[in-house]
């Protein structure tokens, strides 16, 4: 394999509780949604491999998916130590989910990883547009604002965009690593 090679990557999934970080998350890697939601205790650690040809690289994704009812203080420091990227999560039917994003989640992405700043905006549940508390274009707006790579609507029901969003994030990682 060419210098570029494998990658090993950390990636957070940030965002209020039930926004759907599991779901997305078990959507990536094994293409199910269990309607049956059990919380997430303490943290999920799941990983996935994939490959980008076109920049002759491979990478794993590790991915840390935080409870909400987790004694988050505690666990913070090590949830951020190594991390290369966030998906940073809201729920297009909760407005608070959406302002939490740059207040709560973003300023402790930043104060902990100061390193690799790279990560995607979210809105998910982009099915339930009939509940919509949050516009497409507040999101766009919003994504901008912050400086994210990227901003999509997803649905991590259908599997919309979920694929899209973890691909985009890992690529744009392993391009900045290639070239620092
Ligand atoms: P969290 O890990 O962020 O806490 P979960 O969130 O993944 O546990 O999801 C919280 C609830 O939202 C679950 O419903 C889950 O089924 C639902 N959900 C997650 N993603 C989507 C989505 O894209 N569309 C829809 N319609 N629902 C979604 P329950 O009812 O089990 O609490
Ligand atoms: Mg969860």
Partial sequence: MSAEGHWLLKIAILGDDAVGKTSIVSQFVDNTFREDYKATIGTNIL?????????????????????GQTQYEKVRPGYYEGCSGALLV?????????????????MDYKNFVTKDQIYILIGNK???????????EDGEKMAKEIEAIEFLETSAKFGVNVDKAFIKLAKEIIKVKIST
């Fill in 90 to 106: 809201y729920d297009i039917t909760r407005s608070t989910s959406f302002e939490n994003i740059p207040t709560k989640w973003l």
């Fill in 126 to 136: 982009n099915d339930l547009d009939n509940q919509r508390e949050v516009n497409k």
């Fill in 47 to 67: 990983d996935k491999d994939l490959k980008f040809p076109e920049l002759n690289a491979s990478a794993k994704l590790v991915l840390w998916d935080i409870a």
